[in-house]
């Protein structure tokens, strides 16, 4: 029987989805029991929303004022703590579980098995290497604990309707002083999360400047898209770095995925390929995206994006009529 | 001494074209271009930039690897690192064993800083930093994208999800470079002359009192799925109707 833990990700108030795709990551494992731990200074809210989640059986608050901002020093002792009878622990791969789960297994003096895409049995799961221009089947050992760190665009998010019971943990642990929280310059709010976001508009180096990212935030407002960037365009300043999607940016996997101005080297193409269509706009034919992409136009972006934008938005108020 | 130590890692180069080898054991690598892991010359650069402002005195590299992981070693001499350990092991090594490896070389030469990158490009594994940083008891600052060096203290900035974290770390400490921390240097003719000179010590993992642990056994390697290639639209009308027939808009 699989006894795992997943650490929650959250901001102090809302449960990150890359949770609740851990939770079907989890799920696949055979006899899986599903404890969600969420180390918050105040867990309730964030507890109530795990609690839901489809397949969860118990989820613990561990509660501590140092625990207010997510730091790997302070909250991996308190999961080793806790870590007790469980057989895999599990956190998302992004920056917050590739942050804090390799200390934990180092504590734990335990192998982690890094952006796990599929579950094959309770030793055995898929990762991609080399930019995923190669998926591994690693083999775990038999009766030794596990950390792993779950591929989110690999895993539907888990269901709601769930009603797992919630308790709160005090543990005895000293936790370290030495790393400190001074602040968080975070991405506008107004736009949907990147990771998260059915629809993705990116902008490559074509875009030319910062300045004409203008019109993909444009025609992103029109889909109620979010908005990414491929590695060269944050390198040269027209995008911020949370922005930028590939093999050391965020791996995504939207319903639609429209590229422009991306020629599509092979770093930015592991980020999406789980994109259920991709669209790349492109003036070079002879562009490696375009092997990819579902529907391909070849031109200048600066003439297709607004007519785009004119046409989806036309639409759109007929439809409203 | 000021000493930072900084990881290197032999990698198959980003410009390669990766295929899996044909038995599913590995890819090939017979002939094909090797390279220092991208972030590991990120994390020298900064390493080497500390030092050129007074911060530190020396920066030593290491490496655990084939023998031919001296060749990038030399190219980090030559970059202006003052002297390389290579940790042979001809089996690639683990993590965690690396890190077990970096804890032993940590109690011989004393650093106030390791650097290492945030990933291989070849393993994609992201681990090796925060392990070491727990093994060590030490704090860790990774994806760094500018390091602040105070007295006993480091500021960093790190490349998060929600966007930029500044977090404040006493040292000694861990970090891991992320993309935008630096632009790594060219390495010059002369430079790869004088490296040439510079010291260059082997050591094994049995004299670190290292035991290589396998604990995750590579089974089998497949090329990915790949996905189809599709039709080419002419204009953007083409393409909106093309897109609501799919019912994607």
């Known amino acids: ?321 | 001494m000021k000493r930072i130590l900084v990881g290197i890692k032999r990698v198959v180069d980003a410009n390669v074209r990766i295929r899996v080898n044909p038995d599913g054991t590995g890819v090939m690598t017979d002939g094909v271009k090797m390279a220092i892991n991208p972030f590991d010359e990120i994390a020298l650069e900064e390493a080497l930039r500390i030092k050129e402002r007074g911060a530190a005195d020396e920066v030593v590299v290491v490496s655990i690897g084939v023998a031919e992981a001296q060749q990038q070693l030399r190219t980090a001499l030559a970059m202006g690192a003052d002297r390389a350990l290579h940790v042979k092991s001809d089996a690639p090594v683990e993590p965690l064993t690396a890190a077990r490896v970096f804890l032993q070389l940590i109690a011989r030469e004393e650093p106030f800083l390791v650097i290492l990158g945030k990933q291989a490009i070849d393993d994609d594994n992201s681990q090796t930093g925060p392990m070491l940083a727990a093994l060590w008891n030490r704090p860790q600052a990774t994806f760094a994208s500018k390091i602040e060096l105070a007295a006993g203290t480091a500021r960093v900035t790190r490349e998060v999800d929600a966007g930029l974290e500044t977090i404040e770390v006493d040292l000694p400490a861990v970090m891991t470079t992320d993309l935008r921390l630096n632009e790594p240097r060219y390495v010059k003719l002369p430079d790869i002359m004088k490296a040439k000179k510079k010291p260059l010590d082997t050591l094994t993992l049995a004299e670190l009192g290292v035991e290589p642990r396998t604990q995750l056994k590579l089974v089998r390697f497949e090329p990915p799925s790949q996905r189809q290639k599709g039709v080419l639209v002419k204009d953007a009308a083409e393409l909106v109707g093309e897109l609501r027939k799919r019912g994607v808009i």
């Open chain 1, 1 to 321: 029987m699989a006894q795992i833990l997943i650490i929650a990700e959250h901001d102090g108030a809302t449960l990150n989805p890359a949770t609740a795709k851990c939770v079907t990551c989890a799920r696949a494992l055979p006899d899986a029991a599903i404890t969600i731990v969420v180390c918050a200074a105040d867990a309730s809210a964030v507890a109530a929303q795990a609690a839901r989640l489809a397949g969860v059986e118990r989820v613990v608050m561990l509660e501590n004022p140092a625990n207010a901002e997510p730091l790997a020093a302070l909250i991996a002792p308190q999961i080793v703590a806790l870590a007790g009878a469980f057989t895999h622990l599990f956190g998302p791969s992004t920056t917050f579980g590739k942050d804090l789960m390799p200390r934990v297994a180092a504590l734990l003096d335990c192998a982690q098995v890094s952006n796990i895409m599929a579950v094959e049995d309770a030793t055995h799961f898929r990762r991609p290497t080399y930019a995923g221009n190669a998926i591994v089947t690693v083999e775990s050992r038999a009766g030794e604990r596990l950390v792993g760190t779950v591929r989110t665009a690999s895993f539907e998010a888990a269901g709601g309707g769930g009603a797992a019971a919630i308790e709160s943990v005090r543990l005895d642990v000293a936790l370290p002083t030495h790393t400190r929280f001074l602040r968080r310059a975070a991405a506008k709010a107004d736009r949907p999360d990147l990771q998260s976001a059915t629809r993705v508009i990116s902008g490559g180096r074509a875009l030319g400047s910062a300045e004409n990212f203008k019109i993909l935030y444009e025609l992103a407002d029109e889909l109620g898209a979010a908005v990414g960037a491929s590695r060269a365009a944050v390198d040269a300043g027209f995008a911020a770095n949370d922005m930028q999607v590939g093999q050391t940016g965020k791996i995504i996997a939207p319903e639609l995925y429209i590229a422009i101005g991306i020629s599509g080297a092979i770093q930015h193409l592991t980020g999406i390929t789980d994109a259920r269509t991709i669209v790349a706009i492109n003036k070079d034919a002879e562009a490696p995206i375009f092997e990819i992409a579902d529907f391909g136009l070849v031109g200048d972006l600066f003439q297709i994006v607004p007519e785009l934008q004119r046409l989806v938005a036309g639409s759109r108020a007929v439809k409203a009529d």
